[in-house]
């Protein structure tokens, strides 16, 4: 337990005797998928950690929401973007992010075994297309595959995308297999590690709520 500190904001619910879900969990639910897709938590210095998350420089877009929700989870922390050939990485410093992120362990995540806590999963369940798109966000994407048809003589050009998920942890991969069926997305699996979004009810729905990186 760590006494509240002149700036309550900065406190964590968490450990600290404060309301026990984060303050924004709709924001935490798209952290944790940005986490379990490209983030780590590192020690910095003795009880101190920064978590870190790869963004590429392709999706300025998504740096900032990355950054937005980063800071919306750790107010009182400041937020720093480090760059580096193709990426920027998001990072922050907090004595908590273990709290927040009890998934953080030695090696990698596909390595070890992912399970949410109860209180991760309630906060899922009650914003899964925010965790959805944390997901896809950092670890899937949108494509559009496209062919062409000879109709009454005329060649046209059929467009048909899809939304892919790439992630070596069979955990994660049920982690978001569960999100998608409880939102109602039709999935598949490619292989072991990939998945695909391609039924056209199922794209509209990821259209709707995720849509194409930016
Ligand atoms: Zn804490």
Redesign the pocket.
């Given at each position: 337990m760590?006494p509240l500190g002149r700036n309550h904001a900065s406190a964590?619910?968490?450990?600290?005797d404060l309301p026990r879900d984060p303050e924004n969990p709709a924001a935490y639910a798209y952290l944790l998928g940005l986490y379990l897709g490209d983030g780590c938590i590192s020690s910095a210095r003795r009880g101190v950690y920064f978590l870190r998350i790869a963004c590429a420089d392709a999706w300025p877009g998504l740096i900032d929401a990355c950054a937005d929700a980063v800071q919306i989870i750790r107010p009182g922390n400041k937020v720093f973007r480090v760059q580096r050939q193709g990426c920027q990485y998001v990072t922050c410093h907090s004595?908590?992010w273990?709290?927040?992120f009890p998934q953080h362990g030695p090696g990698k995540k596909h390595e070890r075994k992912i399970a949410l806590e109860a209180w991760q999963q309630k906060i899922v369940d009650d914003y899964p297309w925010e965790f959805v798109r944390g997901l896809i966000h950092s670890d899937g994407c949108r494509i559009t595959n496209w062919t062409t048809r000879r109709v009454n003589g005329e060649l046209r050009r059929y467009e048909y995308p899809r939304y892919f998920f790439t992630n070596l942890s069979a955990d994660i991969m049920g982690l978001f297999t569960t999100a998608l069926d409880l939102v109602g997305v039709e999935w598949r699996m490619a292989n072991s590690r990939n998945l695909s979004v391609a039924r056209r009810a199922s794209v509209a729905l990821m259209d709707a709520h995720v849509g194409p990186k930016y």
């Open positions: 760590e964590c619910p968490r450990c600290c004595k908590h273990p709290c927040f």
